[in-house]
Every structure is written in structure tokens, then in C-alpha cells.
């Protein structure tokens, strides 16, 4: 039902897009966004981490006096510092989960205005493609993630300090942003058609072929970072459960369709502002998909950072066709191209448990009853296991 709200919302983007109107309908989108993730109870992913973390947390006085605190928590600074305001006020883990996904949505959405002219799509994208794993699993890296997207906008203007104050922010909150700093260089370049369709397709043929090359340089590269990043090295390459490869699976062809498309668009892509910044973004988030096929979970996550940018790439192609039809039937394919990331959670699939049926936090305090979450959370993990072996 979210999912055709925002259907419905970004057709009406694209039929009106004046600025008030655009104004408005991005923030119906934003606000259903926020209230969907922000007011969860026992929904979805790592909330029961979450909440172990956030009672462990200490107040903002005892940061004040303590500050050696910091090196007792497992977490990045940030991401403490807001935990220890909020609970310095009265809070609990689910005001945390509420102001993250505000700030996030806010940034998303104040961002996808300045790149395309269809922000309600580009929210619809995020919903679809990332959403999910970011407001509702990885919420630490969704705030790094969120604050690098609105970084972008700096790079083709070449304003170098305020991109860096936003990265150096994002990294307060997850460490893997600092791989946005020298990104700053080389993300506004053009680069023709061929040599994104030969990186790719290299990729792509040595994923298939099994040809492993990128553990040992993880390894050695988190040895050197110290001792913590070793050991989640360790974990991520020897656990069962994480050191898998990636296989042959409906999102290898569909990567390798979606590039084939925007590169006829390439053009008009380009001549757009930001246009080229996101298609390399997107062009990264494939590369670490194909070449690090060794490492499903790591590249996984660290490619979240990159995959954010097919958000507001995917508006720009729809700006390109000339016509209103043309518009809508692009709209309507990128949507289910979008459905197909996030298809378990909407169809309600077994393994997707952890999210069905939605527990809403303010319906849980009007008419309190035993909570299903950590059953539901129990049997999605396990799922997951199961898949892994």
C-alpha cells in the first residue's frame, strides 16, 4: 500500500513539478517515509541490537565528565553523542530510531530536490531499492549514508570544504565514509560508454568464472586499520554465515540491464547537473558488486554508500523523454524495477518476517499486547542462516 501511495505521488510529480507543487508531494513522500521506519516497534532488523546498545549508552553529562567512555562503546562517536542526548532528555531507543530517520528523510529529501526535478520518484527509489536495509536494519550507516548523498551536491561546483564537513560527519557515524574523501577527484569526470561497459562486463565475467583475488587484500588492508577491523575481517571472511560468494541470481541480470539502459542515456545524463556524479556512483556500486563477489556481506554494505546514487539517476532518465506517456511508462518500469529489491518484504514472503506484520509504536502504547518482534526477528535470522550454508 506505501509502495503505491508513493506510486501515485510521483506520478502526479511528474504531471506537476512547479515548485510548490513539487514542494508539497515531496513532503507527503518524506513524512510517510519518517513515520513508516521512525515509529516501528520490534520491526524489521538489528532492533534488539539497537536497543541493547542504547541502554548501554551513558547520558551526555557522564560523556562531559567521562569522556574516556568513548572507548567502552563499540560505536562511532556520533552516533553516540546523539544516542547520549536523546537519553539525557528522557528518551528511549525508539525517540533514536525516530530522529535518525527523521534527519535521514530530510537530507534524502532536500537532496533529491537540488539533483532532479522529480523528487517524489527519487524517494519512491529509495523506498523501493534501499530503504528497507538502511532506515530499518543499518541505521548508523543509513546516517553516514544519507549525509554522503547530500555531500554529493558540492562536487561539480567544486566547493571541496563544505563536501569535506559533510564526509568528516558521515564518518562519525560509520568509518567506511572516508572512502567518499577522494571520491571528491575522480566522481565529476565523464568517461565514455565503453569503459563503463568494459569494467562492468570484466567484472561480471570473472564473478562468474570464480576467480578469487580480493579476500587477501581485505584481510591485510583491515590489519592494518587495527585490531577491531581485523577481527570483523575475520568474521566477514571465515563466519559461515557472511563468507559466501555471490552467485548467479536475477540481480547479476538485472545490473547488467540497468547499465546497458542508462548508457543510451548517457547524453542527457551528463548534460544534466549532478547527472555525471550520479552515474559513476551507480558505476561503483556495480563494481564492488561484480569484483567482490568473495565478499557478499562487505561489499554489500560498503556499496550502499554508492548505490544511493540510482535515486536520483533514475528521475534524470525519466527527464529525458519528451512526452508525458513516455514519462509514465518510464515511471511505471522503474517502479517495478525497484519492487523487484525490496519484492519479499512487499509480497510478505517467509524470510521477510521480521518486517510483516508492521508493528506500530504509538498503537502499541494506545493498546499495549505481547509483542511478535522478536519471535518474527528469530525466524527471519534464521532464514537467512539456512540460505547461507
Known sequence: MCFFILLVLAVLNIQMHDKLSTQILTGLAAIMLICIAGLRYETGGDWDTYTMLFNHFPTFSQLIGRPAVFADVPVEEGFVLLSAFIKSLGGTVQHLFFVVTFINITLIACAARKYTQYPVMALLCYYGILYFNLEMIYIRQAMAVALCFFALQYIEPRR????????????????????????????????????????????????????PWIQTIFLTVAGWLGENYADKAETYTENAMFAVNRGLSIGFVLNLAMLVVLMFFKKQIDERPHG?????????????????????????????FFLIGIIALLPMV???LPLFIERLAGLIVIA??????????????????AYNPYQNYIEYKIHPRPSTGKQRLEQSKKFFRDERK
Open 160 to 211: 571541496i570544504v563544505p563536501y569535506l564537513l559533510f564526509i568528516l560527519l558521515a564518518c562519525t557515524f560509520h568509518r567506511v565514509a572516508a572512502l567518499m574523501i577522494p571520491l571528491y577527484f575522480f566522481m565529476h569526470r565523464r568517461i565514455p560508454s565503453w569503459v563503463y561497459l568494459t569494467a562492468v562486463g570484466v567484472g561480471a565475467v570473472l564473478m562468474l568464472a570464480g576467480i
Open 336 to 353: 517495478l524495477y525497484c519492487f523487484s529489491f525490496s519484492r519479499g518484504i512487499f509480497l510478505e514472503v517467509p524470510q521477510a518476517a
Open 318 to 320: 525519466l527527464e529525458a
Open 276 to 304: 555525471t556524479v550520479m552515474l559513476n556512483m551507480f558505476a561503483a556500486s556495480l563494481l564492488l558488486y561484480y569484483y567482490c563477489f568473495e565478499l557478499v556481506e562487505v561489499s554489500n554494505r560498503v556499496r550502499l
